[in-house]
């Protein structure tokens, strides 16, 4: 069993979630809510490996303004334009399955993909 406390780990993952995140819709049988869910997962994971990477204890949680608050708590700065990344909790679990939520059109799914990706390069500059 691999350790759970292997930040590299952590960040291939989110790197993993993002580039599935940006696989092209090219058919009907890809909705951009499941697109939008590898999005929110990197965004997840990259503040989980932030968190392992300075020795910050957090829950099992998909709540992303959660994590960035437990990060700010121990005094890490987390600049507006990463902290929007909390917008994306609902995509782990609200557009996950069939319901009553709002299609999520390309220029959402576009906007999720590029705080993601924000996200994803911050982090990465951060534990380096």
Request: a negative charge.
């Amino acid at each position: 069993m691999k350790k759970t406390d292997d930040f590299k780990e952590w960040l291939s993952r989110a790197k993993s979630n993002l580039t599935l995140a940006k696989e092209t819709k090219q058919n009907n049988y890809i909705y951009y809510e499941d697109l939008c869910f590898e999005a929110q997962q990197c965004a997840e994971k990259s503040f989980k490996d932030l968190c392992i990477y300075n020795n910050i204890s957090f829950p099992k949680t998909h709540d992303i303004y959660y994590l960035i608050d437990i990060l700010e708590e121990r005094g890490i700065n987390i600049p507006s334009k990463i902290r929007i990344a909390g917008d994306l909790s609902d995509y782990s679990s609200e557009t996950r399955y069939p319901g009553d939520y709002e299609e999520v059109d390309e220029k959402e799914y576009k906007r999720v993909i590029k705080i993601a990706e924000e996200v994803f390069n911050w982090v990465s500059k951060r534990i380096k």
